[in-house]
T-cell receptor, first 113, second 114 residues
Framework: TQLLEQSPQFLSIQEGENLTVYCNSS?????LQWYRQEPGEGPVLLVT?????EVKKLKRLTFQFGDARKDSSLHITAAQPGDTGLYLC?????????????FGTGTRLKVLA | KAGVTQTPRYLIKTRGQQVTLSCSPI?????VSWYQQTPGQGLQFLFE???????NKGNFPGRFSGRQFSNSRSEMNVSTLELGDSALYLC?????????????FGPGTRLLVL
């Protein structure tokens, strides 16, 4: 059972377009991270959201954590070829004693010049 | 400050063999976590070590084991390799437990089991 579902799974868009990636769960997460991974490399952290309803902006990227801390979204404005990669959401589920770090199913983005 | 390093970067083994992968965390980081990444299952948590103690473990069989040394370096061992163990194995380090601290990933070790 996949606890963190991402949609869409694949996305191919033209440079300059906007896009939104969704990360959904039926479970509550104490914190949620977004990563980008490029071929042959490990994931690189983009942002961490902690508070329900929180919105964070990183240049052209906007991240939102759902009010109930069960879902999150990543919006990219005016996508560029350098945004191409695998986007992963991940979160900590459970308390400080016993917890699991869960990764989403991933969204593979390709931005065409 | 040097990032997380993993050795070897690539490895080819045959079924039934065992393998040991190594991870050197960022200097000062005391927590090391291991993950398996496959096209079918995505990124899955294997285990986390903090101050030489295993803090958490994912849902993997006992063939997967690990340890952490006093200098925070960590090794992961897989015994009796199966074809399905072919994957990218990622290591991540953090200052403290991953429930509280940001993780930084290494480039991974790509294991191919024939």
């Amino acid at each position: 059972t996949q606890l963190l579902e991402q949609s869409p799974q694949f996305l191919s868009i033209q440079e300059g377009e906007n896009l939104t990636v969704y990360c959904n769960s039926s479970s509550v997460f104490s914190s949620l991270q977004w990563y980008r991974q490029e071929p042959g490399e490990g994931p690189v952290l983009l942002v961490t959201v902690v508070t329900g309803g929180e919105v964070k902006k990183l240049k052209r990227l906007t991240f939102q954590f759902g009010d109930a801390r069960k879902d999150s979204s990543l919006h990219i404005t005016a996508a560029q070829p350098g945004d191409t990669g695998l986007y992963l959401c991940a979160g900590v589920m459970g308390g400080s004693g016993t917890y699991k770090y869960i990764f989403g199913t991933g969204t593979r983005l390709k931005v065409l010049a | 400050k040097a990032g997380v390093t993993q050795t070897p970067r690539y490895l080819i083994k045959t079924r039934g063999q065992q393998v040991t992968l190594s991870c050197s965390p960022i200097s000062g980081h005391r927590s090391v976590s291991w993950y398996q990444q496959t096209p079918g299952q995505g990124l899955q948590f294997l285990f986390e070590y903090f101050s030489e103690t295993q803090r958490n473990k994912g849902n993997f069989p006992g063939r997967f084991s690990g340890r952490q040394f006093s200098n925070s370096r960590s090794e992961m061992n897989v015994s009796t390799l199966e074809l399905g163990d072919s994957a990218l194995y990622l290591c991540a380090s953090s200052l403290g437990p991953i429930s509280q601290e940001t993780q930084y990933f290494g480039p991974g070790t790509r294991l191919l089991v024939l």
